[in-house]
């Protein structure tokens, strides 16, 4: 039966254990405007339910690209050591160099260092300050190892 949703990735939501930390993170890193969601007057948000919007790009960008959120941590933060076990986003940057730098000093590490994709791009993947991981990517097409 055909069907009109085309199946593309809409929304990525970034779990955290300060929302708060890993916003400023990313406003700090990436320039994403982060805001906390506010329900409709009268209903009151338990903790574990509060929900922060992310805008990755001006509303009115013309730039692919899909917008998210942040959302309290349901569980303990990563400790470092398990294997990846939900999808990674990979952000577009201008430099993956300067962009390390960047996450680097707003607290973030670097996962796996910058390696081309031979042809294409530069990639590398580091992780927020509470261990999501995420990817980088500069489109080169004279990348080479």
């Not at 700090?28 to 405007?33: L, N």
């Not at 922060?52 to 960008?61: H, I, K, L, N, R």
């Not at 303990?76 to 680097?104: A, H, Q, R, W």
């Amino acid at each position: 039966m055909p069907t009109t949703k085309n199946n593309r990735v809409i929304h990525f939501e970034i779990h955290a254990t300060d929302p708060e930390e890993i916003a400023k993170f990313y406003t700090d890193v990436f320039g994403w405007i982060v805001e906390e969601w506010k329900p409709p007057e009268g209903i009151t948000l338990k903790d574990e339910n509060r929900y922060w919007g992310v805008m990755s790009a001006p509303m009115d960008s013309k730039e692919p690209g899909i917008n998210g959120g942040i959302v309290p941590r349901k569980g303990p933060k990563p400790t470092g050591n398990e294997p990846v076990s939900s999808f990674v986003s990979t952000i577009d940057v201008e430099s993956v160099d300067k962009c390390l730098k960047k996450i680097e000093s707003a607290g973030g590490t670097v996962a796996i260092p910058k390696m081309a994709i031979p042809k294409m791009a530069w990639l590398a993947y580091a992780k927020d300050p509470d261990g999501n991981i995420f990817g980088i990517f500069e489109a080169d097409p004279e990348a080479m190892n």
